[in-house]
């Protein structure tokens, strides 16, 4: 069991956004809105100077890894940063998982960790003994900092996180960014999410069952099915590199592409359109200039200043 957060960041793993109670997004938000400023201005901050952050990634990345560095180097820190150790690092010779994690953790005061295992930030957490370990993505299981920050984005717009109506589409049983969001938007009154996924891609039935004590999930696998008026879409990718078997990729990977004539028919005035990106070909570029769609927009720098917060809360030094 992770370790809540309880108001208190200093020193503490960021594994999954079950540690998170609302009064500590208030304190994120607050410091977010604050660097959000920072970030805006040329003058360089001190807020991390003399922190080193090392940046480990098993696993592919641009807006996670680019933003975790932009952040770090905005607050005047600096990065180790590992890209693919499979191949760069020891990892290659053979060092264990958990030796690496004690010889990054020896130069850096903090790890960011991405990992193609469920679990692997957990597991990171307890092979350090002195740094903390930020996950950026445990294989399917969670990705905490982008549902900080998708939760922020919402924050931001509605001025609320509690009585939304919610419609995710694509892939709901293997998309890391879902689970964790679902997570956070559980910690609030009143939500409702339509959930529209292939029969296949449904959430597991015990992450379901956990959910819907906590938050009103309605399964839909056909267009018709979508409700008018969502506050939020939230649209994900089919995760290719985590099916088995290719052949039902190929059969589910067009199913639900998000168009401007799906946009007129369902979303409301003040829909706010979202995706964690990167998409593939689930969002028609067309959407792309209508206003209410943010992930091109806000929703990726809101990355970098709740990372920025992130990192400084962690740190001791907000
Ligand atoms: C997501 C991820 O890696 O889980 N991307 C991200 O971090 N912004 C979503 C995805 O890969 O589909």
Known sequence: MVGKINGNFIGKDIISLDQFSPKDLKILFHHTLKM?????????????????VTLLFYEPSSRTFGSFSAAIKQLGGQTIEIINPQKFSSVAKGETFEDTIRVFEAYSDTIVLRHPQVGSA?????????????SAGDGIGEHPTQALLDLYTIYEKFKRLDNLKFLFAGDILYGRTVHSLLRGLSLFKNNAVFLLSPKQLKLSRKDLEYFSKKINLIEIDKEKGVPKNADVWYWTRIQKERFGNKSLYLKVK?????????????????????HPLPRINEIEKDVDDDPRAVYLRSQIRNGMYVRMALLGLVLGKI
Do not use: E
């Open 122 to 134: 957990q597991k990171a957490a307890d092979a350090a003994f002195f740094v903390p370990i930020i």
């Open 36 to 52: 959000k400023k920072i970030a805006s201005t040329a003058s360089a901050s001190k807020i991390l100077s003399g922190n080193i």
């Open 254 to 274: 067009n199913k639900y592409i998000l168009t401007p004539k799906l946009v007129n028919k369902y979303a409301g005035r003040n829909t706010l359109i979202m």
